[in-house]
């Protein structure tokens, strides 16, 4: 995505900060019609956008996540805090490495996982603003 696509996504549309309505017969132009459909991602990107979202879309792996939003984590502490077993979390962290969304190091036989960046970090804490509005 460039900078111009995504400052365009970051900006709030005017009429939404003033809560003024468009009219219901506005329609746009094809000149609009054709910069918007010009500025759609492929549809590989949007494929990888949804399956990313898709992998949000589970409650355990949402709890591992926000688990590990603080500090990193071994399987077994995972497994206690989420309250499933370690095979559970095994599978799920094999999920969220490869969407990366979490990394791993090793230390020894023990694996410690935390979040793979500061991304992740925001579109849980973004999630969680949006869903406690």
């Known amino acids: 995505m460039n900078k111009q696509t995504y400052e365009r996504m970051m900006t709030v549309p005017e009429n939404e900060k003033t ?7 506005a329609q746009l132009g094809e000149a609009d019609i ?5 500025d759609l991602p492929n549809d590989e990107v949007l494929y990888d956008l949804a399956e990313l979202f898709r992998v949000f879309g589970d409650s355990t792996r949402i709890k591992i996540l926000y688990a590990l ?3 990193e984590l071994c ?3 995972i497994a206690q805090v989420v309250g499933i077993s370690q ?3 095994s599978h799920q962290l094999r999920v969220l490495k490869t969407s990366k969304l979490v990394k791993f190091r090793r230390e020894g036989k023990a694996m410690y996982y935390s979040l793979d960046d500061d991304h992740v970090r925001s579109m849980i804490a973004l999630g969680m603003e949006h869903t406690e509005e």
């Open 19 to 25: 809560g003024e309505k468009l009219p219901e017969t």
């Open 34 to 38: 054709r910069r918007l459909q010009d």
């Open 75 to 77: 399987v077994n502490d």
């Open 87 to 89: 095979s559970a979390v």
């Open 69 to 71: 939003f603080e500090s």
